[in-house]
C-alpha cells in the first residue's frame, strides 16, 4: 500500500482524471442512443424504478410499427433483447432524475443512458487508476495508461457515449481486478473484499455475461494457499446474481442458457468465422483493428518476453494474460467480429481494463529508469506519438458524428473486403469528413458515370460470397455490389458538408409499366472515399424489394445529395438498368 502523502496525490490524480474524461465525453453535446442496441436498456431503469418490471414497450414501442429487432413480445408486453446488468448499474442515475421531477420517456432515456454512460466510464476511469495504486504501479505510468484507458481507446468512442453493455461491463471489470489485486497483494486482507469480487463478477455477469471468461483465469490460478481457502466466499457472493440470471432467462426466454439472443445452441452456431481471419481482423484490420486504433494496447503483450519470471509467474499479470486469450479467439470465431454499425473494435472494449493494467504493470517493472538521454529521448518521442494517434482517432468517432456513414459504405455485417481497405478506412473516412466539415465541397454540375460488374447478392453473413438469386422475395433488402467510374471532370465527394448536401451517395429508382413506384424507399449508400475524374471505385451497397409481387427496372445510379440524381429516369446514361423479379 501507498502512504498517507502518496494517497493523497493519488486521490487528486485520480479525480482530476476521470473529471477531465468525462468533460471530453460529453463535450459532443450528442444525446441519442447510438444504436438501437442501446434503446431498451436506456429506458428499462424507469420501468425498474417506477412499474417494478422488466417490460420496456410502453417507452419505445409504437402503433402500427414494426417490432424493432432490439426488443422481445412477452405475452402482452415486451422486454430488451439485452442484458439487465447494465440498466441495473444505472439506476441511481435515473433515481436522482425521477426524484427531482423528471419525466420518464424514451428521449428522456436516451439522454440519461449518455449520462449513465459518462459517468459509468468516468468511474472506472478513477478505480482503474486504483488498481494500479494497489500494484505500486510507478506514478508516471499510472498517469499515463489511465490517459491512454479513458481517452485514447473506445472507452471514449463506444462505453462512454450509451448504454451499451460495454461501460458497465468495463466498470464491473475494474471493481474485480481491485479486489482481486488486493487479495493477490495483501496477506491482511479482510474478507469483504472476497464479498466485492463475488458481487463484481455477478454484476458482469448481468451486464455481459461474455466477459466471464475474462474472469475464469483469475479464479483458476489461485496458487496461494490463504487465497484459496478464502475464495468460497467470492462464490457464495456471486451465486445470488448468477440464480437472478436463470430465473430471468428462465421466464422470458424459456431456458436458463437462453437469452435474448437465443438459445445456448443457436448461440453456439454464431461462432464460425475462421479463426485465422478472424483474429487478424479483430487485431490488425484497418477499420476495426485493435492494435491501429490503439496501438499501445501492444505493450500489454511484451509480459511474453519473461514467461519464465516468477516475477510474473507468481503476480496477477500471468491470469490477466491468459485470459485475454479465450476471450480474443471467442471474438474471432464470432460472425459478426466487426461489431457492426459502430466505430472501432467495439467487441474489444471489455478488456481493456486489463489490457491496461499488462501494459502499466509491465511499463512500471522493466522500463529502464537509467537510459542515455538518447534512448529516454527516442522512448518520450515514440509514447507521444502513440498516444496521439490513439487519442486522435478516439475524438474522430466521438465528436464526428456524420462520419459514421462509413458503416453504409462498408457493411461491416455483410462483406469483409472493405474492412482491409487503407484508403477507405473507418478512421480516414472520419478524417476525411472532418475536413468536409470544414472545406466544403462543391456541386457537381455535368454529372458523367459508367458503371460495371454490377452483382446483386442473397449474402447473409460476411465470410460468404453470396448467391445470385434468380428471382427476389418481397420487402427484402438484398445486397449488390458494382464498379463505378468518374468519367466526368469534377470529382465526387463522398463526405457530406456541414448542410448534410455535395455529397454522392449509390442509389436506385424502382419503375414498374414505365412509371416510378416511389413507395419502394430508395437506400442510399456512402462511398467508402472520394473518386476523382477518370478514377473508380467499388460500392457495396443495399436495395430494398417491393412489397407486391411482378417484374420491375431498377434503375442504379448516383446522387448528388441537395442536388440531383445522375439519371432520373430509365435512360442508362449515367445508369446501369436492372430487370428484377419480385415474388410472395
Not at 493 to 519: C, L, M
Request: with cysteine; hydrophobic share 45%.
Amino acid at each position: 500500500m501507498v502512504e498517507t502523502a502518496d494517497n493523497r496525490e493519488a486521490w487528486l490524480d485520480s479525480l482530476l482524471l476521470g473529471l477531465l474524461c468525462m468533460l471530453v465525453y460529453i463535450g459532443n453535446a450528442t444525446f441519442v442512443n447510438p444504436s438501437g442496441d442501446s434503446v431498451p436498456t436506456s429506458v428499462l431503469p424507469f420501468s425498474l424504478l417506477i412499474h417494478h418490471n422488466f417490460y420496456v414497450g410502453r417507452y419505445i414501442v409504437q402503433p402500427h410499427q414494426p417490432i424493432p429487432y432490439y426488443i422481445h413480445a412477452f405475452r402482452n408486453h415486451f422486454i430488451s433483447g439485452s442484458p439487465i446488468g447494465a440498466a441495473i448499474t444505472s439506476i441511481p442515475i435515473y433515481a436522482a432524475y425521477l426524484l427531482f421531477g423528471g419525466h420518464p420517456g424514451a428521449v428522456a432515456g436516451a439522454s440519461l443512458g449518455k449520462v449513465s454512460a459518462v459517468l459509468i466510464s468516468g468511474i472506472s476511469v478513477v478505480w482503474l487508476y486504483w488498481v494500479m495504486t494497489r500494484l505500486s504501479v510507478s506514478r508516471l505510468t499510472r498517469l499515463i495508461f489511465t490517459v491512454l484507458y479513458g481517452l485514447g481507446s473506445e472507452t471514449m468512442s463506444i462505453s462512454s457515449q450509451g448504454l451499451w453493455q460495454h461501460g458497465p461491463a468495463q466498470l464491473w471489470i475494474v471493481a474485480f481486478l481491485f479486489f482481486v489485486t488486493t487479495i493477490y497483494s495483501d496477506d491482511a486482507t479482510k474478507k469483504w473484499f472476497y464479498v466485492g469480487a463475488g458481487v463484481a463478477v455477478g454484476m458482469l455477469l448481468l451486464s455481459r455475461p461474455v466477459d466471464l471468461v475474462l474472469i475464469v483465469p483469475f479464479l483458476l490460478l489461485c496458487r496461494q494457499g490463504r487465497i484459496f481457502r478464502s475464495i468460497w466466499i467470492t462464490i457464495i457472493s456471486f451465486l445470488p446474481f448468477l440464480v437472478l440470471n436463470m430465473v430471468y432467462d428462465y421466464h422470458f426466454f424459456g431456458h436458463i442458457l437462453s437469452t435474448g439472443y437465443g438459445s445456448a445452441s443457436t448461440e453456439a452456431s454464431l461462432f464460425s468465422f475462421p479463426l485465422i481471419p478472424g483474429l487478424m481482423g479483430n487485431l490488425f484490420s484497418p477499420s476495426k483493428g485493435l492494435f491501429v486504433f490503439m496501438p499501445w494496447t501492444l505493450v500489454s503483450f511484451a509480459w511474453l518476453r519473461h514467461l519464465r519470471s516468477k516475477r510474473f509467474t507468481d503476480s496477477v499479470y500471468l491470469p490477466a494474460l491468459l485470459s485475454f486469450i479465450p476471450y480474443i479467439i471467442l471474438y474471432a470465431l464470432f460472425y459478426q467480429w466487426p461489431a457492426g454499425y459502430s466505430y472501432g473494435p467495439r467487441y474489444m472494449s471489455d478488456v481493456l481494463p486489463i489490457l491496461t493494467l499488462l501494459g502499466a504493470g509491465y511499463a512500471s517493472a522493466y522500463w529502464d529508469v537509467n537510459w542515455t538521454p538518447r534512448k529516454a529521448s527516442t522512448f518520450a518521442v515514440l509514447t507521444s506519438f502513440v498516444a496521439a494517434w490513439s487519442i486522435g482517432v478516439q475524438l474522430l468517432g466521438t465528436y464526428v458524428e456524420s462520419g459514421g456513414a462509413w458503416n453504409a459504405a462498408a457493411r461491416p455485417n455483410t462483406f469483409m473486403s472493405p474492412l482491409w481497405a487503407a484508403r477507405g478506412s473507418q478512421p480516414a473516412y472520419y478524417l476525411n469528413t472532418l475536413k468536409a466539415l470544414l472545406f466544403q465541397p462543391s456541386p457537381i454540375n455535368n454529372p458523367s458515370a459508367s458503371f460495371s460488374s454490377l452483382q446483386l447478392l442473397d449474402k447473409p453473413y460476411i465470410f460468404r460470397k453470396g448467391t445470385t438469386p434468380t428471382s427476389f422475395l418481397t420487402n427484402t433488402v438484398y445486397h449488390g455490389t458494382i464498379i463505378a467510374k468518374n468519367t466526368g471532370a469534377a470529382g465526387w465527394s463522398a463526405y457530406p458538408n456541414r448542410a448534410g448536401a455535395d455529397v454522392v451517395h449509390f442509389s436506385y429508382t424502382v419503375w414498374g409499366h414505365g412509371k416510378e413506384i416511389t413507395q419502394v424507399p430508395s437506400i442510399r449508400t456512402a462511398l467508402l472515399h472520394s473518386v476523382q475524374s477518370g478514377q473508380s471505385i467499388k460500392v457495396y451497397f443495399q436495395f430494398l424489394t417491393p412489397s407486391t409481387p411482378g417484374t420491375y427496372t431498377y434503375v442504379f445510379t448516383l446522387v448528388d445529395e441537395g442536388v440531383a440524381w445522375f439519371q432520373g429516369g430509365l435512360d442508362s446514361k449515367n445508369a446501369v438498368i436492372s430487370s428484377i423479379r419480385v415474388k410472395g
